[in-house]
Protein backbone atom coordinates (compact mmCIF):
# COMPACT_ATOMS: atom_id res chain seq x y z
CA UNK A 1 0.00 0.00 0.00
CA UNK A 2 2.28 2.91 -1.13
CA UNK A 3 0.44 6.03 0.38
CA UNK A 4 1.71 9.04 -1.38
CA UNK A 5 1.75 12.15 1.45
CA UNK A 6 -1.14 13.83 0.04
CA UNK A 7 -3.37 10.39 0.12
CA UNK A 8 -2.59 10.11 3.95
CA UNK A 9 -4.14 13.41 3.98
CA UNK A 10 -7.06 12.12 2.46
CA UNK A 11 -10.83 12.01 4.28
CA UNK A 12 -11.34 7.73 3.81
CA UNK A 13 -14.53 5.48 4.35
CA UNK A 14 -15.05 1.79 4.19
CA UNK A 15 -17.57 -0.41 5.65
CA UNK A 16 -16.03 -1.78 9.18
CA UNK A 17 -18.89 -4.65 9.45
CA UNK A 18 -18.73 -7.41 6.99
CA UNK A 19 -21.15 -6.70 3.85
CA UNK A 20 -24.06 -8.33 3.94
CA UNK A 21 -27.72 -9.09 6.12
CA UNK A 22 -27.63 -7.95 9.24
CA UNK A 23 -29.13 -6.04 12.20
CA UNK A 24 -26.57 -3.35 12.27
CA UNK A 25 -23.64 -2.26 9.99
CA UNK A 26 -21.21 0.17 10.63
CA UNK A 27 -19.02 2.55 8.43
CA UNK A 28 -16.31 4.87 9.10
CA UNK A 29 -15.20 7.86 8.01
CA UNK A 30 -11.56 9.55 9.15
CA UNK A 31 -9.95 12.43 7.99
CA UNK A 32 -9.70 16.44 8.38
CA UNK A 33 -13.33 16.09 6.30
CA UNK A 34 -15.17 13.78 8.18
CA UNK A 35 -16.86 16.41 9.98
CA UNK A 36 -17.84 19.03 6.79
CA UNK A 37 -18.55 16.09 4.17
CA UNK A 38 -20.36 13.30 6.49
CA UNK A 39 -22.75 16.89 7.38
CA UNK A 40 -23.63 17.36 4.08
CA UNK A 41 -25.71 14.34 4.16
CA UNK A 42 -26.78 14.05 7.63
CA UNK A 43 -29.89 16.03 9.01
CA UNK A 44 -28.04 17.40 12.01
CA UNK A 45 -25.43 19.99 12.28
CA UNK A 46 -22.18 18.52 13.19
CA UNK A 47 -19.50 21.43 13.26
CA UNK A 48 -21.57 22.05 17.06
CA UNK A 49 -21.11 19.10 18.58
CA UNK A 50 -18.96 17.47 21.22
CA UNK A 51 -16.30 14.27 20.44
CA UNK A 52 -17.56 11.00 22.29
CA UNK A 53 -21.38 11.64 20.94
CA UNK A 54 -24.27 9.70 19.87
CA UNK A 55 -27.05 11.51 17.21
CA UNK A 56 -30.24 9.89 15.94
CA UNK A 57 -30.79 11.45 12.42
CA UNK A 58 -31.24 10.51 8.64
CA UNK A 59 -28.48 10.03 5.96
CA UNK A 60 -30.15 11.92 2.62
CA UNK A 61 -28.76 11.87 -0.82
CA UNK A 62 -30.02 13.61 -3.63
CA UNK A 63 -33.49 14.47 -2.15
CA UNK A 64 -33.53 11.04 -1.16
CA UNK A 65 -33.61 9.59 2.67
CA UNK A 66 -31.75 6.56 3.17
CA UNK A 67 -31.82 5.29 6.41
CA UNK A 68 -32.26 6.17 10.25
CA UNK A 69 -28.60 6.04 11.48
CA UNK A 70 -26.95 6.71 14.87
CA UNK A 71 -23.72 8.90 14.27
CA UNK A 72 -20.86 8.65 16.78
CA UNK A 73 -18.33 11.37 16.32
CA UNK A 74 -14.72 11.29 17.56
CA UNK A 75 -12.82 14.22 17.46
CA UNK A 76 -8.66 14.61 16.17
CA UNK A 77 -7.20 13.24 18.51
CA UNK A 78 -9.19 11.08 20.78
CA UNK A 79 -10.27 8.66 18.11
CA UNK A 80 -8.33 5.59 17.06
CA UNK A 81 -6.94 7.00 14.26
CA UNK A 82 -6.35 10.25 16.16
CA UNK A 83 -7.98 12.41 13.25
CA UNK A 84 -11.59 13.37 13.39
CA UNK A 85 -13.51 10.31 13.29
CA UNK A 86 -17.31 9.10 12.64
CA UNK A 87 -19.09 5.87 12.63
CA UNK A 88 -22.52 5.32 10.87
CA UNK A 89 -24.40 3.05 12.14
CA UNK A 90 -27.12 2.08 10.08
CA UNK A 91 -29.38 -0.85 9.35
CA UNK A 92 -27.65 -3.89 8.38
CA UNK A 93 -29.01 -3.62 4.30
CA UNK A 94 -25.71 -3.95 1.38
CA UNK A 95 -28.11 -1.91 -0.67
CA UNK A 96 -28.65 0.78 2.24
CA UNK A 97 -24.53 0.43 2.88
CA UNK A 98 -23.99 1.17 -0.91
CA UNK A 99 -26.31 4.18 -1.43
CA UNK A 100 -24.15 5.38 2.42
CA UNK A 101 -20.72 5.02 0.32
CA UNK A 102 -22.11 6.27 -2.65
CA UNK A 103 -22.95 9.44 -0.97
CA UNK A 104 -19.76 9.72 1.07
CA UNK A 105 -17.62 9.12 -2.35
CA UNK A 106 -19.76 12.14 -3.84
CA UNK A 107 -18.58 14.73 -1.37
CA UNK A 108 -14.87 14.06 -1.67
CA UNK A 109 -14.26 10.97 0.70
CA UNK A 110 -12.23 8.19 -0.87
CA UNK A 111 -12.61 4.23 -0.10
CA UNK A 112 -10.14 3.09 2.39
CA UNK A 113 -7.17 0.66 1.45
CA UNK A 114 -6.99 -2.48 3.60
CA UNK A 115 -5.60 -1.80 6.85
CA UNK A 116 -5.58 2.44 6.51
CA UNK A 117 -7.24 3.37 9.21
CA UNK A 118 -4.59 1.31 11.87
CA UNK A 119 -1.98 2.29 9.56
CA UNK A 120 -3.34 6.26 10.29
CA UNK A 121 -3.63 4.84 14.34
CA UNK A 122 0.19 4.02 14.32
CA UNK A 123 1.19 7.04 11.77
CA UNK A 124 -0.65 9.06 14.82
CA UNK A 125 1.21 7.52 17.14
CA UNK A 126 -1.45 5.68 18.73
CA UNK A 127 -0.43 2.01 18.87
CA UNK A 128 2.94 0.47 17.77
CA UNK A 129 3.36 -1.80 15.01
CA UNK A 130 3.33 -4.78 17.81
CA UNK A 131 -0.15 -3.45 18.82
CA UNK A 132 -1.58 -3.05 15.20
CA UNK A 133 -0.37 -6.87 14.55
CA UNK A 134 -1.98 -7.81 17.32
CA UNK A 135 -5.23 -6.41 16.30
CA UNK A 136 -5.05 -8.53 12.94
CA UNK A 137 -4.57 -11.41 15.04
CA UNK A 138 -7.09 -10.28 17.09
CA UNK A 139 -9.71 -10.49 14.41
CA UNK A 140 -8.85 -13.88 13.12
CA UNK A 141 -8.30 -15.38 16.70
CA UNK A 142 -10.69 -18.18 16.91
CA UNK A 143 -9.87 -20.19 19.85
CA UNK A 144 -8.73 -18.71 23.61
CA UNK A 145 -5.13 -19.63 23.13
CA UNK A 146 -4.78 -17.48 19.88
CA UNK A 147 -6.57 -14.84 21.62
CA UNK A 148 -4.75 -14.35 24.64
CA UNK A 149 -1.86 -14.09 22.67
CA UNK A 150 -3.48 -11.46 20.89
CA UNK A 151 -4.63 -9.43 23.85
CA UNK A 152 -1.84 -9.86 25.66
CA UNK A 153 0.68 -8.34 22.83
CA UNK A 154 -2.39 -5.48 22.45
CA UNK A 155 -1.96 -4.11 25.87
CA UNK A 156 1.57 -3.08 24.93
CA UNK A 157 3.52 -5.71 27.88
CA UNK A 158 5.58 -6.97 25.12
CA UNK A 159 6.31 -3.43 23.95
CA UNK A 160 7.25 -2.03 27.35
CA UNK A 161 10.00 -4.71 27.37
CA UNK A 162 11.23 -3.93 24.03
CA UNK A 163 11.16 -0.34 24.71
CA UNK A 164 13.03 -0.99 28.41
CA UNK A 165 15.74 -3.01 26.35
CA UNK A 166 15.93 -0.41 23.31
CA UNK A 167 16.52 2.46 25.97
CA UNK A 168 19.46 0.94 27.23
CA UNK A 169 20.77 0.64 23.88
CA UNK A 170 20.11 3.73 22.94
CA UNK A 171 22.24 5.53 26.23
CA UNK A 172 24.93 3.25 25.39
CA UNK A 173 24.68 4.31 21.85
CA UNK A 174 24.84 8.13 22.48
CA UNK A 175 27.77 7.86 24.52
CA UNK A 176 30.18 5.76 22.20
CA UNK A 177 28.75 8.47 19.52
CA UNK A 178 29.67 11.10 22.15
CA UNK A 179 33.18 9.37 21.93
CA UNK A 180 33.37 9.48 18.05
CA UNK A 181 32.94 13.04 17.94
CA UNK A 182 35.45 13.48 20.09
CA UNK A 183 37.67 11.17 18.41
CA UNK A 184 41.89 12.17 18.36
CA UNK A 185 41.50 12.92 22.24
CA UNK A 186 41.57 9.72 24.20
CA UNK A 187 38.20 10.24 26.23
CA UNK A 188 35.88 7.24 27.20
CA UNK A 189 32.36 8.31 28.21
CA UNK A 190 31.04 5.17 27.70
CA UNK A 191 31.21 2.80 30.80
CA UNK A 192 32.26 -0.60 29.13
CA UNK A 193 31.80 -2.86 32.10
CA UNK A 194 28.58 -1.16 32.62
CA UNK A 195 27.58 -2.20 28.93
CA UNK A 196 28.77 -5.54 29.42
CA UNK A 197 26.21 -6.57 32.34
CA UNK A 198 23.57 -4.63 31.00
CA UNK A 199 23.85 -7.10 27.54
CA UNK A 200 23.46 -9.95 30.07
CA UNK A 201 20.15 -8.10 31.01
CA UNK A 202 19.50 -7.85 27.80
CA UNK A 203 19.98 -11.70 26.87
CA UNK A 204 18.00 -12.80 29.87
CA UNK A 205 15.00 -10.80 28.70
CA UNK A 206 14.88 -11.62 24.92
CA UNK A 207 16.32 -15.10 24.82
CA UNK A 208 13.44 -16.13 26.75
CA UNK A 209 11.07 -14.61 24.36
CA UNK A 210 13.42 -16.20 21.28
CA UNK A 211 12.69 -19.45 22.27
CA UNK A 212 9.39 -19.39 23.60
CA UNK A 213 8.27 -18.68 19.46
CA UNK A 214 8.22 -21.95 18.79
CA UNK A 215 5.62 -22.52 21.26
CA UNK A 216 3.63 -19.22 20.48
CA UNK A 217 4.18 -19.93 16.64
CA UNK A 218 2.46 -23.43 17.27
CA UNK A 219 -0.05 -22.04 19.31
CA UNK A 220 -1.40 -19.73 16.87
CA UNK A 221 -1.06 -21.89 14.28
CA UNK A 222 -2.93 -24.85 16.35
CA UNK A 223 0.09 -27.61 17.79
CA UNK A 224 0.76 -30.54 15.73
CA UNK A 225 -0.02 -33.76 16.25
CA UNK A 226 1.25 -36.49 14.44
CA UNK A 227 -0.71 -39.84 14.55
CA UNK A 228 1.28 -42.45 13.29
CA UNK A 229 1.62 -46.28 13.15
CA UNK A 230 1.24 -49.41 11.08
CA UNK A 231 -1.11 -49.48 8.42
CA UNK A 232 -4.24 -50.49 9.55
CA UNK A 233 -3.71 -49.60 13.28
CA UNK A 234 -6.65 -47.28 13.26
CA UNK A 235 -5.17 -43.89 12.53
CA UNK A 236 -7.68 -42.70 10.40
CA UNK A 237 -10.58 -44.04 12.78
CA UNK A 238 -8.91 -42.32 15.33
CA UNK A 239 -8.57 -39.27 13.65
CA UNK A 240 -12.37 -39.43 12.73
CA UNK A 241 -13.14 -40.30 16.03
CA UNK A 242 -12.02 -36.96 17.65
CA UNK A 243 -12.84 -34.97 15.12
CA UNK A 244 -16.29 -36.82 15.15
CA UNK A 245 -16.49 -36.40 11.40
CA UNK A 246 -15.72 -38.58 8.55
CA UNK A 247 -12.57 -36.75 7.54
CA UNK A 248 -10.29 -39.97 6.50
CA UNK A 249 -11.05 -42.72 4.64
CA UNK A 250 -11.03 -45.66 6.89
CA UNK A 251 -10.59 -49.02 5.24
CA UNK A 252 -9.41 -53.19 6.01
CA UNK A 253 -6.99 -52.50 3.08
CA UNK A 254 -3.58 -51.65 4.07
CA UNK A 255 -2.16 -48.43 2.64
CA UNK A 256 -5.30 -46.61 1.88
CA UNK A 257 -4.14 -42.95 3.41
CA UNK A 258 -1.35 -41.86 0.74
CA UNK A 259 -1.57 -37.72 1.70
CA UNK A 260 -1.53 -36.88 4.99
CA UNK A 261 -5.20 -35.73 6.32
CA UNK A 262 -5.26 -32.68 8.96
CA UNK A 263 -7.91 -30.58 10.94
CA UNK A 264 -7.83 -28.79 13.83
CA UNK A 265 -9.41 -30.14 17.27
CA UNK A 266 -9.74 -27.71 20.38
CA UNK A 267 -8.90 -28.94 23.52
CA UNK A 268 -10.41 -26.69 26.64
CA UNK A 269 -9.24 -23.59 24.09
CA UNK A 270 -6.04 -25.08 22.86
CA UNK A 271 -5.40 -25.99 18.97
CA UNK A 272 -4.31 -29.01 18.43
CA UNK A 273 -3.94 -29.38 14.43
CA UNK A 274 -4.00 -33.46 14.14
CA UNK A 275 -2.62 -34.90 11.18
CA UNK A 276 -3.42 -38.38 9.80
CA UNK A 277 -0.13 -40.02 8.33
CA UNK A 278 0.14 -42.90 5.58
CA UNK A 279 1.40 -46.01 7.58
CA UNK A 280 4.47 -47.10 7.97
CA UNK A 281 5.42 -50.45 6.05
CA UNK A 282 7.98 -51.84 3.38
CA UNK A 283 6.71 -51.81 -0.02
CA UNK A 284 7.24 -51.62 -3.53
CA UNK A 285 3.53 -48.80 -4.27
CA UNK A 286 5.93 -45.87 -5.25
CA UNK A 287 2.81 -43.27 -4.67
CA UNK A 288 2.28 -45.00 -0.93
CA UNK A 289 6.38 -44.97 -0.65
CA UNK A 290 6.09 -40.64 -0.81
CA UNK A 291 3.06 -40.51 1.63
CA UNK A 292 5.68 -42.52 4.16
CA UNK A 293 8.48 -40.55 3.85
CA UNK A 294 6.17 -37.55 4.14
CA UNK A 295 4.59 -39.33 7.37
CA UNK A 296 8.21 -39.02 8.85
CA UNK A 297 8.54 -35.43 7.90
CA UNK A 298 5.21 -34.62 9.35
CA UNK A 299 6.11 -36.53 12.73
CA UNK A 300 9.61 -34.53 12.74
CA UNK A 301 7.90 -31.35 12.05
CA UNK A 302 5.08 -32.33 15.10
CA UNK A 303 4.90 -31.09 18.37
CA UNK A 304 3.77 -34.24 19.78
CA UNK A 305 3.94 -38.11 18.49
CA UNK A 306 1.19 -40.06 18.58
CA UNK A 307 2.35 -43.81 18.01
CA UNK A 308 -0.94 -46.32 17.45
CA UNK A 309 -0.40 -49.83 17.33
CA UNK A 310 -2.31 -53.14 17.75
CA UNK A 311 -3.34 -53.95 20.98
CA UNK A 312 -2.54 -57.60 20.66
CA UNK A 313 1.01 -56.71 18.93
CA UNK A 314 4.34 -57.37 21.28
CA UNK A 315 5.54 -54.49 23.25
CA UNK A 316 9.04 -55.40 22.94
CA UNK A 317 8.24 -55.09 19.35
CA UNK A 318 6.50 -51.89 19.87
CA UNK A 319 9.41 -50.73 22.00
CA UNK A 320 11.71 -51.28 19.40
CA UNK A 321 9.91 -49.60 16.24
CA UNK A 322 8.83 -46.63 18.18
CA UNK A 323 12.78 -45.89 19.15
CA UNK A 324 13.63 -46.52 15.70
CA UNK A 325 10.80 -43.39 14.61
CA UNK A 326 11.84 -41.65 17.84
CA UNK A 327 15.56 -41.73 16.21
CA UNK A 328 14.66 -40.98 12.33
CA UNK A 329 12.49 -37.86 13.42
CA UNK A 330 14.15 -36.53 16.27
CA UNK A 331 11.32 -37.23 18.71
CA UNK A 332 12.06 -37.00 22.59
CA UNK A 333 10.37 -39.13 25.05
CA UNK A 334 8.25 -36.09 26.52
CA UNK A 335 6.43 -35.66 23.35
CA UNK A 336 5.78 -39.01 22.23
CA UNK A 337 1.96 -40.89 23.10
CA UNK A 338 1.79 -44.41 22.85
CA UNK A 339 -1.65 -45.52 22.37
CA UNK A 340 -2.75 -49.13 22.15
CA UNK A 341 -5.64 -49.74 20.05
CA UNK A 342 -8.89 -51.97 19.49
CA UNK A 343 -8.71 -52.86 23.04
CA UNK A 344 -12.12 -53.84 22.07
CA UNK A 345 -11.02 -57.02 20.24
CA UNK A 346 -7.97 -57.52 22.78
CA UNK A 347 -9.40 -56.95 26.43
CA UNK A 348 -6.46 -59.16 27.48
CA UNK A 349 -3.97 -57.08 25.82
CA UNK A 350 -0.88 -56.61 27.64
CA UNK A 351 -1.04 -52.94 29.75
CA UNK A 352 2.59 -51.91 30.12
CA UNK A 353 3.54 -48.10 30.01
CA UNK A 354 6.31 -48.27 27.81
CA UNK A 355 9.49 -46.09 28.65
CA UNK A 356 9.85 -44.43 25.39
CA UNK A 357 6.56 -42.46 25.93
CA UNK A 358 5.41 -39.90 28.16
CA UNK A 359 2.04 -41.60 28.67
CA UNK A 360 0.80 -45.45 27.61
CA UNK A 361 -3.07 -45.62 26.39
CA UNK A 362 -5.51 -47.68 25.44
CA UNK A 363 -8.16 -47.11 23.68
CA UNK A 364 -11.00 -48.35 21.02
CA UNK A 365 -10.72 -45.72 18.22
CA UNK A 366 -13.73 -47.82 16.56
CA UNK A 367 -16.09 -47.47 19.80
CA UNK A 368 -15.05 -44.03 20.56
CA UNK A 369 -13.68 -45.93 24.22
CA UNK A 370 -11.36 -44.58 26.45
CA UNK A 371 -10.43 -41.86 23.28
CA UNK A 372 -10.83 -38.91 26.19
CA UNK A 373 -7.63 -40.65 27.62
CA UNK A 374 -5.73 -39.24 24.80
CA UNK A 375 -7.75 -35.81 24.89
CA UNK A 376 -6.64 -35.64 28.93
CA UNK A 377 -2.84 -36.63 27.67
CA UNK A 378 -2.47 -33.64 25.02
CA UNK A 379 -4.24 -31.12 26.86
CA UNK A 380 -1.91 -31.84 30.01
CA UNK A 381 0.94 -31.91 27.65
CA UNK A 382 0.26 -28.59 26.24
CA UNK A 383 0.22 -27.58 29.97
CA UNK A 384 3.44 -28.43 30.69
CA UNK A 385 4.58 -26.49 27.52
CA UNK A 386 3.04 -23.10 29.10
CA UNK A 387 6.35 -22.02 31.10
CA UNK A 388 6.22 -19.27 28.46
CA UNK A 389 3.55 -16.70 29.27
CA UNK A 390 3.58 -13.88 26.63
CA UNK A 391 5.05 -16.63 24.38
CA UNK A 392 6.27 -14.48 21.06
CA UNK A 393 3.76 -15.87 17.95
CA UNK A 394 5.08 -13.41 15.13
CA UNK A 395 7.39 -14.10 13.01
CA UNK A 396 8.33 -11.33 12.22
CA UNK A 397 9.19 -10.06 15.77
CA UNK A 398 11.14 -13.58 16.20
CA UNK A 399 13.35 -12.51 13.33
CA UNK A 400 13.81 -9.34 14.56
CA UNK A 401 14.73 -10.33 18.17
CA UNK A 402 16.84 -12.84 17.02
CA UNK A 403 19.06 -10.76 14.85
CA UNK A 404 19.12 -8.16 17.89
CA UNK A 405 20.82 -11.18 19.36
CA UNK A 406 23.92 -11.81 16.90
CA UNK A 407 24.23 -7.95 16.46
CA UNK A 408 24.63 -7.90 20.77
CA UNK A 409 26.74 -10.70 20.58
CA UNK A 410 29.10 -9.03 18.74
CA UNK A 411 29.32 -6.01 20.80
CA UNK A 412 29.67 -8.16 23.54
CA UNK A 413 32.89 -9.82 21.60
CA UNK A 414 33.89 -6.27 20.98
CA UNK A 415 33.37 -4.93 24.12
CA UNK A 416 35.79 -8.20 25.56
CA UNK A 417 38.50 -7.39 23.01
CA UNK A 418 38.88 -3.56 23.58
CA UNK A 419 37.88 -2.58 20.12
CA UNK A 420 37.35 1.16 19.43
CA UNK A 421 34.31 2.88 19.67
CA UNK A 422 33.53 3.49 15.96
CA UNK A 423 33.45 -0.79 15.80
CA UNK A 424 31.02 -0.63 19.00
CA UNK A 425 29.26 1.67 17.58
CA UNK A 426 28.45 0.30 14.17
CA UNK A 427 27.45 -3.33 15.57
CA UNK A 428 24.90 -1.36 18.54
CA UNK A 429 23.10 0.69 15.81
CA UNK A 430 22.13 -2.28 13.71
CA UNK A 431 21.07 -4.26 17.15
CA UNK A 432 19.48 -1.24 17.48
CA UNK A 433 17.76 -1.15 14.19
CA UNK A 434 16.54 -4.38 14.26
CA UNK A 435 15.10 -4.41 17.55
CA UNK A 436 13.66 -0.77 16.87
CA UNK A 437 11.54 -2.33 13.80
CA UNK A 438 9.88 -4.81 15.86
CA UNK A 439 7.27 -1.91 17.13
CA UNK A 440 7.83 0.43 14.32
CA UNK A 441 10.29 3.11 16.49
CA UNK A 442 11.84 2.45 13.21
CA UNK A 443 10.20 1.94 10.13
CA UNK A 444 10.89 1.34 6.48
CA UNK A 445 7.96 1.60 3.65
CA UNK A 446 8.10 -2.08 2.39
CA UNK A 447 7.63 -3.16 6.49
CA UNK A 448 4.39 -1.27 6.49
CA UNK A 449 3.02 -2.26 3.46
CA UNK A 450 3.40 -5.88 4.50
CA UNK A 451 1.82 -5.40 7.95
CA UNK A 452 -0.82 -3.52 6.94
CA UNK A 453 -1.99 -5.33 3.60
CA UNK A 454 -2.71 -8.38 5.58
CA UNK A 455 -5.70 -6.12 7.47
CA UNK A 456 -9.01 -5.88 5.53
CA UNK A 457 -10.77 -3.07 4.16
CA UNK A 458 -11.98 -1.26 7.37
CA UNK A 459 -9.95 -2.24 9.45
N1 LIG B 1 -12.38 -53.55 16.19
C1 LIG B 1 -11.78 -52.42 15.94
N2 LIG B 1 -11.45 -52.10 14.69
C2 LIG B 1 -10.82 -50.94 14.45
C3 LIG B 1 -10.50 -50.03 15.49
N3 LIG B 1 -9.89 -48.97 14.94
C4 LIG B 1 -9.83 -49.19 13.61
N4 LIG B 1 -10.38 -50.39 13.32
C5 LIG B 1 -10.51 -51.01 11.99
O1 LIG B 1 -9.21 -51.20 11.46
C6 LIG B 1 -9.22 -51.04 10.04
C7 LIG B 1 -8.17 -50.03 9.64
O2 LIG B 1 -8.54 -48.76 10.15
P1 LIG B 1 -7.96 -47.42 9.57
O3 LIG B 1 -8.44 -46.34 10.43
O4 LIG B 1 -8.21 -47.31 8.12
O5 LIG B 1 -6.40 -47.68 9.83
P2 LIG B 1 -5.15 -46.82 9.33
O6 LIG B 1 -4.60 -47.56 8.18
O7 LIG B 1 -4.20 -46.83 10.48
O8 LIG B 1 -5.64 -45.44 8.98
C8 LIG B 1 -10.63 -50.62 9.69
O9 LIG B 1 -11.35 -51.71 9.23
C9 LIG B 1 -11.18 -50.08 11.00
O10 LIG B 1 -12.58 -50.20 11.07
C10 LIG B 1 -10.88 -50.40 16.81
O11 LIG B 1 -10.66 -49.66 17.80
N5 LIG B 1 -11.50 -51.60 16.99
MG1 LIG C 1 -5.45 -44.44 7.23
Wanted: charged residues 20%.
Amino acid sequence: MRLAFSETQDTICAPATAMGVSALAIIRISGSQALTCVAQIFSKTLHDKASHTSHLGWIRHQGKDIDQVVLSIYKNPHSFTGEDLIEITSHGSPYIQEQILHALLSHGIRLAKAGEFTMRAFLAGKLDLVQAEAIADLIHADNAAAHELAIGEIKGGFSKTLQKVRQNMIDFCGLLELELDFSGEDVAFADRTAFLAEINNIYQTIEPLVESFAWGNALKKGIAVAIIGKPNSGKSTLLNALLQEEKAIVSPIAGTTRDSIEDVWIIEGIPFRLIDTAGLRKTQDEIENLGIEKSYQKAESASVLVYLADAQENPVTINTELLALQEKTKTKKENTILVYNKIDLFPEAQTQESPLALHTLHISAKMGKNTHSLKDALFNWAKTQTKHTGALSNVRHYNALTNTLKYLKEVEKGLKNQVSADWLALDLRMALHEISEITGAVSSEDILDSIFSKFCIGK
